[in-house]
């Protein structure tokens, strides 16, 4: 079993929809999560990060976390196209190792 | 403005040569990391460094070397061992945040063929 797992899509969401990306990892002990956006060719950039159960929003970001499941998901509201990405999940493993899913391809349709 | 400089852009190597991909940093950040991502795939770690002339590998380590003896500058040598090399090679730093987590900045990254 990989250590962090997505869908690696792609996801196709319509303009104004919802989109909806999930991630699960293995290690129950971690603590730190993260969401980073990658565009195609460049370098991924952080958009969200959560360390408690629940939910946390910023904007039309929210990162959902449920740590009994393994489970932490990015809600974008309002899709526009300028949101069509690949999407990584990070998560902290050990003091200073962060371990990446393989991402999810993001396309909003206008 | 504070930030991490990968350079080459590009570079193209032939077989059994070995190459060099700098990573400098101003941010004043303690940790640095390499990350090697293939097509349609995550990142994996090559190797990081949490202070000045001490690194670890990561999960690919075999094929690279790598030195930290400013805590500004953190070079990845690709060798002739590493058998399969084209890929893009992220270089990142981070410092400890009050969470206590560590928040990773990348720089452009370095994106190397072999020919």
């Known amino acids: 079993q990989k250590e962090v797992e997505q869908n690696s899509g792609p996801l196709s969401v319509p303009e104004g929809a919802i989109a909806s990306l999930n991630c699960t990892y293995s290690?129950?002990?971690?603590?730190?999560f993260f969401w980073y956006r990658q565009y195609s060719g460049k370098s991924p950039e952080l958009i969200m990060s959560?360390?408690?159960?629940g939910d946390k929003e910023d904007g039309r970001f929210t990162a959902q976390l449920n740590k009994a499941s393994q489970y932490v998901s990015l809600l974008i509201r309002d899709s526009q196209p300028s949101d069509s990405a690949t999407y990584l999940c990070?998560?902290?493993?050990?003091?200073?190792?962060?371990?990446f899913g393989q991402g999810t391809r993001l396309t909003i349709n206008p | 403005d504070g930030g991490i400089t990968q350079s080459p852009k590009y570079l193209f190597r032939k077989e059994g040569q070995n190459v060099t991909l700098s990573c400098e940093q101003n941010?004043?950040?303690?940790?640095m990391y390499w990350y090697r991502q293939d097509p349609g795939q995550g990142l994996r770690l090559i190797y990081y460094?949490?202070?000045?002339?001490?690194?670890q590998k990561g999960d690919i380590a075999e094929g690279y070397s790598v030195s930290r003896e400013k805590k500004e500058s953190f070079p990845l040598t690709v060798t002739s061992a590493q058998k399969n090399p084209t890929a893009f090679y992220l270089c990142?730093?981070?410092?400890?945040?009050?969470?206590?987590?560590?928040?990773?900045?990348f720089g452009a990254g370095s994106r190397l063929t072999v020919l």
């Open positions: 990142a730093s981070s410092t400890r945040q009050p969470s206590g987590a560590n928040v990773l900045t």
């Open positions: 290690d129950r002990g971690s603590q730190s």
């Open positions: 959560i360390y408690s159960n």
């Open positions: 990070a998560v902290k493993a050990g003091a200073q190792k962060l371990v």
């Open positions: 941010l004043n950040h303690d940790a």
């Open positions: 460094s949490q202070i000045v002339n001490d690194f």
